[in-house]
């Protein structure tokens, strides 16, 4: 049988194109057996009947976080004591936002490294895996916000699996904080679990802290019982690390704490949050190798007066807990508006009510019909509505009444209710009841799908209704399961906003109170930055609102001359213009660049009616040339020292073709793959992983800031050498390189690969790789 065939999340594990292997068809599993092995080495076995699961005796996550963007490798070593053939899982969960980019595993001596590949027929292959009975279970670990990375092999008794995974995200920043998040679910306890983080900014970082462990599945129950007793390290002004080890003793309690099973070891995230000092006015540029991110989050500006216009669903569905929750949480909400803000409260069902908060007989339904024969729905603006309401103490009270008041019944009609809360901001404009300009904000929320159109009719007529008035940013909940948060989230982007899931919990109310939180203090409006011509590859250069406690962020490429932007936005004195701080930095900015570049364009192509198709293509060139796995890529595993060509991108679009061939190779297509030979195929394998590679390498020679030495890709050098720094800053022994793929994870450019290398027979170039 042909190993690993799964897919997960967008990520396809496939064999290459070779003889069959030992490793049989993949099957997620859940170990519950506990450990008590003190490491994986042989000889130091102590227990006194063997494990009927495979155990886990190391698990280490190590994260560099350089000016904000986050590079977290997670390393899993596991050994089968049964004395038969036994199935070894490693499954984790990512953020989000994270994008995978490199994976590598260690199966009996054997390595198999992971490409980036072209996402196609995806969804296909799982079905005809899962129909050719390759089995996708999980392990029983949700957490909110997060994506699963699921693998599975088979492994001899007594032999042993390592897995190394890599993956990169951007930390946003929110209330004036970025928060890294990091989960920890092994399936057991481990004896050797440990997780560092080392932090590298270009500012004085402040704040720093490791809060209390979470569950991963809500908010606000932070538990003192539950510090994760973190040793921070301050290294100097602008860089920390914060460890976290905790032992098998303390990893029981934190699992009995979190009410899961002992068995099943610690099940939870660790968090780290912190901010920097801020430039009070244009922000920071950082600069390498002409690419430049500019980081944006001015300080000493008084909030904009805003309009806010909340919009709730009160329809069938969401009787009982959902609308008890949502009372409770406008009643908090309601507290936090400031006092130069305009309030309008409307919910709706089949029809929508704008609340008359002095007379509730007064507020008035949309769509009206002055008699039962009348079919037609009135213009909106023949229809005089109740005026928006000054923040006051006695509005503030009469809003919560009416909220209290609000009762479920009927159908889910949507675009009635966003054309009335638009048409509110208009009424506004033209009727101001003072001479401030405020902000316009709707919050939509909803736990349905409309029921009087379809959503795509819903996005243009809102969309166009809004271009048509004045612009309007759109936010939209996403209440429970049953909505549809696709809908919502083009909905939202179109309309200068962003959709977020609200999940049906425990801590429903305190999530409304934290969205409202990242909304609650517009600073600028209409915020435009100005690059000189010969800047290109920008990422989005305007915003129509930057609320506060958050960070605006663009990137683009300026080549040797250092970019001169300017700032253009309208605050409380007026239209603005503010200046940057340009300072050249060491870290990696294309790949943030790309980073940034990719998750823009993969939103353009979710929200584009036209240009959908250039956006994918553009957002795919990106992500197979910087190696990360995305909704457009996917990850392909194949298996070393094979004689026959890689899975190329061309392949991976003939999926299907592609299985059939696994199982019967065609001569002729056979005889092709055949031509190449093993050094050339270990060579394009090893510079498929490392790229840069292709930049040092001629022939079979690196060239090195120490000299020129030989790669040595048909070798095999068995002398121990020592050395003194691996890329975990650890002792190591020096390797070549396709001998050490534990170490490809952290070897993202030239410079790390200077930074570890080392000599064999004083004529080959090695690599510091970890014991």
């Not at 994760?228 to 990893?251: C, G, H, K, S, W």
């Not at 909340?310 to 009787?319: C, E, K, N, P």
């Not at 819903?458 to 166009?464: G, H, L």
């Not at 290109?536 to 080549?559: D, M, N, Q, R, W």
Request: overall charge neutral; charged content about 25%.
């Amino acid at each position: 049988m042909f190993g690993l065939q799964l897919l997960v999340f967008g990520i396809i594990i496939l064999p290459a194109l070779s003889a069959p292997s030992d490793i049989e068809h993949a099957m997620v599993i859940s170990s519950t057996e506990s450990s008590t092995k003190e490491d994986g080495k042989e000889g130091q076995d102590t227990y006194p009947t063997p494990p009927t699961v495979p155990q886990i005796y190391e698990m280490r996550i190590w994260s560099n976080i350089n000016n904000r963007f986050a590079r977290t490798v997670v390393v899993s070593k596991v050994r089968n004591f049964a004395n038969v053939a036994k199935e070894v899982s490693f499954s984790t969960l990512l953020p989000e936002s994270a994008f995978i980019s490199g994976f590598v595993m260690e199966v009996e001596g054997k390595n198999y490294t992971a490409f980036v590949k072209e996402k196609e027929e995806a969804k296909r292959i799982y079905d005809q895996a899962i129909a050719s009975g390759v089995a996708a279970g999980y392990v029983a670990v949700n957490a909110r916000d997060s994506n699963r990375f699921t693998v599975s092999v088979n492994i001899r008794p007594e032999e042993k699996a390592a897995f190394y995974l890599t993956y990169e995200q951007f930390l946003v920043r929110k209330n004036e904080l970025y928060e890294q998040v990091i989960n920890i679910h092994p399936g057991q306890p481990v004896k050797n679990l440990g997780v560092q983080v080392v932090i590298s900014e270009s500012r004085k970082i402040t704040n720093l802290k490791a809060p209390p462990l979470r569950s991963g599945n809500e908010i606000g129950t932070d538990k003192l019982e539950l510090d994760p007793r973190a040793d921070i390290e301050i290294v100097n002004d602008t860089a920390a690390t914060v460890t976290f080890a905790p032992n098998l003793e303390r990893q029981k309690e934190l699992a009995h704490i979190f009410g899961t099973k002992v068995e099943n070891g610690l099940v939870g995230q660790f968090v780290i949050q912190y901010d920097v000092e801020r430039d009070p006015q244009g922000g920071e540029v950082l600069v390498q190798d002409g690419y430049f991110v500019h980081f944006f989050a001015p300080t000493e500006l008084q909030p904009l007066p805003k309009q806010i216009v909340f919009i709730l669903d009160t329809s069938g569905s969401m009787r009982g807990e959902k609308l008890q929750q949502l009372k409770e949480a406008m009643s908090k909400i309601l507290d936090q508006l400031n006092e130069r803000d305009l309030f309008n409260l409307v919910d709706f069902n089949s029809n929508a009510r704008v609340w008359n908060l002095d007379d509730a007989a007064m507020s008035v339904w949309y769509p009206q019909r002055t008699s039962s024969e009348e079919t037609d729905t009135p213009n909106l603006q023949y229809i005089e509505f109740p005026k928006a309401y000054p923040v006051n103490r006695e509005n503030i009270e009469k809003a919560r009444r009416a909220v209290m008041d609000l009762k479920v019944d009927g159908s889910t009609s949507m675009c009635g209710a966003l054309k009335v809360g638009l048409r509110l901001v208009e009424t506004e404009r033209i009727r101001p009841q003072d001479s401030i300009e405020r902000q316009p904000i709707i919050i939509f929320l909803t736990d349905g799908r409309p029921t009087d159109m379809n959503t795509s009719s819903i996005i243009s007529q809102i969309t166009e209704f809004n271009s048509e008035l004045r612009r309007s940013a759109i936010f939209a909940l996403a209440f429970g399961d049953e909505v549809d948060k696709t809908f919502l989230q083009t909905l939202a982007i179109r309309n200068s906003g962003f959709a977020k899931p609200i999940y049906v919990a425990a801590d429903t109310s305190l999530q409304l109170q934290d969205f409202y939180r990242q909304i609650a203090s517009p600073l600028l409006s209409n915020v435009t930055f100005k690059y000189e011509p010969s800047v290109t590859s920008l990422t989005k250069t305007e915003f129509p609102i930057h609320f506060g406690g958050s960070e605006i962020v663009v990137a683009g490429y300026c080549g040797t001359k250092l970019p001169s932007p300017t700032i253009d936005s309208t605050s409380t004195r007026g239209r603005i213009t503010l200046k940057p701080t340009v300072i050249r930095t060491v870290s990696n900015m294309e790949r943030l660049w790309a980073y940034l570049n990719i998750n823009q364009l993969l939103e353009k192509k979710d929200t584009s009616e036209i240009e959908s198709g250039t956006f994918k293509r553009k957002a795919l060139e990106l992500a197979l040339k910087y190696s990360f796995v995305t909704p457009v890529s996917s990850l392909v595993v194949v298996k070393p020292n094979y004689t026959t060509s890689t899975v190329d991108t061309e392949q991976t679009k003939q999926v299907g073709h592609l299985n059939r061939r696994l199982y019967s190779p065609r001569r002729g297509s056979s005889r092709m793959h055949h031509a190449k030979s093993v050094q050339e195929s270990e060579l394009d394998l090893l510079t498929h992983t490392l790229p840069w590679l292709r930049e040092i390498l001629t022939d079979d020679l690196v060239k090195l800031p120490q000299g020129t030495y030989k790669l040595g890709i048909n070798e095999t050098i068995s002398d121990v050498v020592n050395c003194p720094k691996t890329p975990l800053n650890q002792e190591g022994r020096c390797k070549l390189l396709h001998n050490c793929p534990k170490a490809y994870p952290f070897l993202r450019t030239s410079l790390n690969f200077f930074d570890h290398f080392c000599v064999l027979k004083n004529e080959f170039a090695g690599v510091c790789c970890p014991n």
